[in-house]
């Protein structure tokens, strides 16, 4: 399987849940609402030039700082498919997980991306390629029971599933 996006680059490390959505909408669990205001304290521009489907790539430590599903949910809903980082917070990344949303640890592709970068990720193969400058760039796969997760929607829809069986 493989997901086809264009990038939003934000190599700064360290970028924590506060930046991705700003406690002040933590109000609201609405993802349409949330979603509007994904990112806003980093780019006043990022809801707008994001299209569904396009990747968020980052530097290391991405989703620090508090716990809080709404940063998954803001991104998810603004139409990010996936995040592509250096390094996760280990709570951000199981957030995901546990939310359905695709998250890629890679080293190098806040280095090797740009923003408006055509990519292509390859999941199966553990490959992302940077379709503009026809480079290939590797990622730590998933493990089998996250991609379950991933594949079933999150956490919740995978023990449904189960359940009803």
């Given at each position: 399987m493989s997901i086809h996006g264009f990038a939003h680059v934000y190599p700064r490390g360290h970028i924590n849940t506060d930046e991705i959505i700003p406690a002040r909408y933590l109000t609201s669990q609405d993802p349409a609402f949330l979603a509007k205001h994904a990112m806003e304290?980093?780019?006043t521009e990022f809801v707008k030039r994001v299209k569904p489907g396009d990747i968020l790539i980052a530097g290391t430590d991405f989703g620090c700082g508090s716990s809080r599903e709404h940063a998954v949910w803001a991104l998810k809903s603004a139409g990010i498919q996936a995040v592509v980082a250096a390094s996760f917070a280990r709570i951000f990344f199981r957030n995901a997980i546990n939310n359905g949303f695709l998250v890629l640890e890679s080293c190098e592709a806040a280095e090797g991306i740009e923003l408006g970068d055509e990519i292509?990720?390859?999941?199966?193969?553990?490959?992302i390629y940077n379709i503009n400058k026809n480079k290939e760039i590797k990622f730590i796969p998933l493990s089998d029971f996250a991609r379950q997760l991933i594949d079933s929607g999150g956490l919740l829809p995978l023990v449904k599933k189960k359940v009803e069986g």
């Open positions: 304290d980093i780019d292509e990720i390859d999941l199966a193969g553990g490959k």
